[in-house]
Each structure stands twice: as structure tokens, then as C-alpha cells.
């Protein structure tokens, strides 16, 4: 059988609401051998039937995090935040830790994992970061617009087999504080965390930039979403 990756669907609430999900998130789960799961909005307890029925889960990008979550005022410059989002998503986060769950989180995922679990946030890295490099291009999306640093004895060096990449951009929130049992294991330039991974427990996996919108052009990105799958059959192989 093939792993099955439960991805949360991204919400709008304007209007009549609507749940939505980017395609290539889905392409790159079903390129690496695993079966999206894609759901919207549940109950607590519809969400662990969700999560003892699969072997892993992807978090994906979307909007600001509010920053009542890390126990801080909204900064100026925050952008639109979704309290039933992120609700989702914290427990989402912390039922998964708790099940066993491998997770790989994009971009806001990351954010979220890191709040979720006890962690903190820059809320605007141009007005928060000295000597701030541009984290939001004007690029196409699958151009890698400036550089990551890998911790060479972290997860992520070993999965990517390189020190050093090249990565696209679109934020201006960043991990601030690390969640307990967390490390940082990427930085750009100007300090700004890029990829945090789990220390122990269950495999975790966080980056700031967006590997689905990169493969065509870079295939090493890949690799985050087939160490995904390959965690989920670990998972699927021990129930």
C-alpha cells in the first residue's frame, strides 16, 4: 500500500469562506510514492480519526501567525491572520508529535510547527532583522533568489548532501525562539532561521522557502518530500 500524507487544506474566510490547496503540494507527495489525504477544518475529534488512519502529514504554506500564540502584541506590519487556521494547525502539530507522525512543514508550516510546540516568531524580518537580506522576491517562484547555510551535522545536511543551496522566498515572518526539542539546522545570510528539524522522537522537518514550487529546476528538493514518505511507510510498517 502507499503511505498516506494528511495535508490540511488552507482556508479564506472572507465571503462565503473557502478551503483551497496549491497543486504542487500534492504532485510532490504523489512523485515521491505516498497518497494525499487532503481535509479541511475538523473537531479535535475528528481530527485524530484523520491522523490514526494515515503515516504522515504535510504542513503547508498560507498566511502570518498570530502572534497572541507566542504570547506577543501584533507588530505593525503583520499581515492577515486566520484564528480557526491556526487553531487547526496547533493541534494538528501537537496531535501528530503525540501519535508518532513524520511531519514536513513549508514555509508557514514552519512557523506553526515551531509556535505549536512551544517556540516563537520574528513577526517582520525587514523592521526586526539587522542588515536583513530580501526574503520576499520579485522573482519567478521556482527561482532560487539567495542562499542557505546548512548545519553540516544536522538531518537536513545528511538528506541534502550539501552545506550550502540555493532557495526561493516569500515571507516576512520568520522562526524567532526555538521550540524545546528543536534545533536550528539552516540560517540565511543575515541570521534568519531557514530549517529547523526535530532533536528527538518522531522525524520532524521544517523549511522556510518553498522546495514544490523547485524540483522541475532543482531535484534535489525532492529529497524533503521522499524523506517524508519514506518515514511514513516506517510508520505504516510498525501498525
Known amino acids: ?7 490540511p487544506l488552507c482556508h479564506e474566510w472572507q465571503g462565503a469562506g473557502k478551503f483551497y490547496m496549491h497543486q504542487p503540494y500534492v504532485d510532490r507527495i504523489l512523485e515521491a510514492g505516498g497518497l494525499p489525504i487532503l481535509f479541511p477544518f475538523l473537531a479535535e475529534q475528528q481530527l485524530q480519526s484523520v491522523l490514526a488512519s494515515v ?5 503547508p504554506g498560507g498566511i502570518d501567525v498570530d502572534a497572541a500564540l507566542f504570547g ?15 487553531a487547526m494547525d496547533v493541534s ?20 506553526i510547527l515551531n509556535v505549536a510546540l512551544g517556540g516563537g516568531l520574528v513577526q517582520d524580518i525587514p523592521s526586526q532583522v ?17 542562499a542557505v547555510h ?13 552545506s550550502s543551496i540555493m532557495v526561493n522566498s516569500f515571507h516576512h515572518q520568520a522562526v524567532g525562539r526555538l521550540a524545546p526539542g528543536f534545533n536550528a ?19 520532524a522537518l521544517g523549511v522556510q522557502w518553498h522546495p514544490e514550487l523547485m524540483t522541475a529546476r532543482q531535484p534535489l528538493m525532492q529529497r ?10 516506517l510508520t505504516e510498517e510498525r501498525r
Do not use: Y
Open 1 to 7: 500500500m502507499q503511505p498516506t500524507i494528511a495535508i
Open 55 to 59: 503515516h504522515g502529514v504535510l504542513l
Open 72 to 86: 506577543e502584541e501584533p507588530h505593525p506590519k503583520c499581515g492577515e491572520i486566520n484564528p480557526l487556521w491556526d
Open 92 to 111: 494538528l502539530v501537537r496531535m501528530a508529535r503525540g501519535m508518532g507522525l513524520p511531519l514536513l512543514a513549508i514555509c508557514r508550516g514552519i512557523q
Open 130 to 146: 539587522p542588515r536583513a537580506i530580501q526574503h520576499a522576491q520579485d522573482a519567478p517562484r521556482w527561482h532560487g533568489s539567495h
Open 150 to 162: 546548512i548545519r553540516r551535522d544536522s538531518k537536513l545536511a545528511s538528506l541534502m548532501e550539501t
Open 185 to 203: 539546522s539552516a540560517h540565511a545570510a543575515d541570521g534568519v532561521v531557514e530549517a529547523i528539524e526535530s532533536s528527538a522522537g518522531p522525524f
Open 224 to 233: 524533503l518530500f521522499g524523506a517524508l514518505v519514506e518515514q511514513a511507510k
